[in-house]
């Protein structure tokens, strides 16, 4: 289905094909085809004003955000890699959507234990999945009523069914933990790699 959507829809141009290529090449994980489509319907619902994404990669979901929002957004992306930073902002230079982002070099769990995050309608979250856990016990004290969290990744390309590696039981742990939590609600979707949505009351 998702090769039909593809050859039909304009959401899918030539920066984003370039990144794709750029990731292939040097191995780097970006979101899946259809973990776009559902980010675009994210944002498209809710709108947000100020985005906080954990691990910008080679800069393909943060080209989404940037694309998908209204002039006023601002997005900032986070990565403990400056080699990711240096790379990202090359392959968005051209992009007319550029202005929107701000790149800042940290450990995504030290940026978020410094920062307010009061202000923040959406966090991405897709850096370092041993600290995911740390990650939304961090977003969860500070984050303001209504924002969003939407983690990638959380089914680990099937090893939280296993729970073979430290990484995959600490995942399988936030799930969990994630569906027993009181303080917003949770939907884990069969969507790329396993997409979570959670929605702070
Ligand atoms: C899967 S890639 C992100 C892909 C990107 N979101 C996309 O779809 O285009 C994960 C990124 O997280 C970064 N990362 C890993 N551990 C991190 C940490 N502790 N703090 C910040 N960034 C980290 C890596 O450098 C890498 O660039």
Redesign the pocket.
């Known amino acids: 289905m998702i090769e039909y959507i593809k050859k039909i829809s304009p959401h899918f141009d030539h920066i984003q094909n370039s990144?794709k290529l750029n990731?292939k090449k040097y191995n780097?994980?970006?979101?899946k085809d259809d973990t776009v489509l559902y980010l675009i319907s994210v944002l498209s619902i809710f709108k947000p004003l100020n985005i906080l994404?954990?691990?910008?990669?080679?800069?393909?979901?943060?080209y989404i955000f940037s694309k998908y929002t209204n002039s006023e957004t601002k997005i900032i992306s986070?990565?403990?890699?400056l080699e990711?930073i240096k790379n990202s902002k090359e392959l968005l230079a051209s992009s007319k959507y550029v202005s929107k982002i701000d790149w800042i070099h940290?450990?995504?769990?030290i940026?978020l234990q410094k920062e307010r995050l009061k202000d923040v309608d959406l966090f991405?979250i897709?850096?370092?999945k041993e600290?995911y856990y740390d990650y939304f016990n961090t977003i969860i004290t500070k984050a303001k009523s209504n924002s969003i969290i939407i983690f990638?990744?959380l089914y680990l390309n099937g090893d939280v069914n296993n729970l073979k590696s430290l990484k995959s039981q600490k995942v399988h742990l936030l799930n969990c933990s994630l569906y027993n939590n009181k303080k917003g609600i949770f939907t884990f979707l069969p969507i790329g790699d396993g997409i979570g949505l959670f929605v702070i009351s």
Not at 53 to 62: A, I, K, N, R, V
């Open positions: 990144i990731a780097v994980p970006i979101i994404e954990l691990g910008s990669g080679f800069g393909y979901s943060t986070v990565d403990f890699s990711a940290c450990d995504g769990l940026y991405f897709d850096a370092k600290d990638d990744n």
